[in-house]
């Protein structure tokens, strides 16, 4: 969004996390926050509280109307919400896997369908899609969330050569680990198959102890903000050592990359269960 440009925000996802430390950041920034929730929450200081549920076609236009009613055109959105779905592929169904594109994937098409009518008509907007590093990289355990973000990546460079020519742009950013509650609020697949169960435990315990000790949410918060005032965007803004593991996922060899996500999941540990 150039800094002359329209400075409401929609921010998905507000009661938590990332979606939070951002909704505080910009407000405190000067933005005109609307942030999203689907439950009662405690008021975030300088930010406009709106029911929306993602999954939900109704929720959403509601939602944006009543914004664009209240405050004109939004000239940000802020695609965060999202959910983290454990578990080997093998083991999630087809409807945990639907479900969990229709939160992370179809969710941000359903909010940018809703919102770029109003972007197009004012000639300007931006719009930040909640990526992550696993949005270029595998997760054991974690596939169906890696595809989500996967398609994200793809989704976005397409869209925003699509709508350049309106002035606006879409963009990605990157986190690495961040400390939130994303694993306590995330799902896990509801029927198992005991032969992963050992190394499905060493792999969720290495991601437990990464996201304690993992970015703080403001530095997620203040890329947000670069990408969405930037005049003119980049494409990806990686957060933590996101910038680093993107350089090593395209200059090392595949083999070797493959060895290292094998170690820190610890893949091939002894059999302990
Ligand atoms: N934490 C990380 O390590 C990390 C790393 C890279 C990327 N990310 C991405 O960052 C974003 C935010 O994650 P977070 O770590 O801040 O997790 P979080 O604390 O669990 O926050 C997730 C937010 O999404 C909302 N949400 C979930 N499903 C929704 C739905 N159907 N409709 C509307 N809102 C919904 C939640 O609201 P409720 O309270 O209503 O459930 C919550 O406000 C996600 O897209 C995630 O994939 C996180």
Redesign the pocket.
């Known amino acids: 969004m150039k800094k002359t440009a329209n400075k409401t925000v929609l921010i998905?996802?507000?009661?938590?996390?990332?979606?939070?430390e951002t909704a505080l950041y910009l407000a405190k920034k000067g933005f005109r926050v609307f942030g999203?929730?689907?439950?009662d929450?405690a008021n975030l200081d300088g930010v406009e509280l709106v029911k929306?549920?993602?999954?939900?076609d109704a929720s959403v236009s509601e939602a944006v109307r009543a914004i664009t009613a209240k405050a004109g055109p939004i000239g940000g959105l802020v695609?965060?919400?999202?959910?983290?779905l454990n578990g080997a592929i093998e083991e999630t169904s087809l409807a945990e896997a639907r479900e969990q594109f229709?939160?992370?994937f179809f969710?941000v098409l359903r909010t940018v369908n809703a919102v770029l009518p109003g972007m197009r008509e004012q000639g300007h907007g931006r719009i930040v899609n909640?990526?992550?590093?696993?949005g270029f990289m595998p997760a054991p355990y974690a596939g169906l969330?890696v595809a989500t973000?996967h398609a994200i990546e793809g989704y976005t460079e397409t869209l925003d050569h699509e709508v350049r020519h309106f002035g606006v742009r879409a963009v990605l950013v990157?986190?690495?680990?961040?400390?939130?509650?994303?694993d306590?609020?995330?799902r896990t697949v509801a029927q198992t198959v005991s032969a992963y169960a050992a190394q499905k435990a060493r792999a969720m315990e290495f991601v437990q102890q990464s996201?304690k000790i993992?970015?703080d949410?403001r530095a997620?918060a203040a890329a947000i903000h670069a990408a969405l005032t930037a005049n003119s965007p980049r494409l990806r803004y990686p957060v933590g050592s996101g910038g680093k593991l993107s350089l090593l996922r395209r200059f090392v060899p595949a083999g070797m990359f493959a060895s290292s996500i094998r170690k820190q999941f610890r893949m091939d540990e002894t059999r302990t269960a």
């Open positions: 998905t996802g507000v009661s938590s996390g990332i979606g939070r999203t929730v689907r439950k929450t929306l549920d993602v999954t939900d695609n965060n919400a999202g959910y983290l229709e939160t992370n969710g909640l990526s992550s590093v696993l969330y973000k990157q986190p690495d680990f961040t400390r939130t509650s994303i306590h609020n995330g996201m993992g970015t949410p997620v």
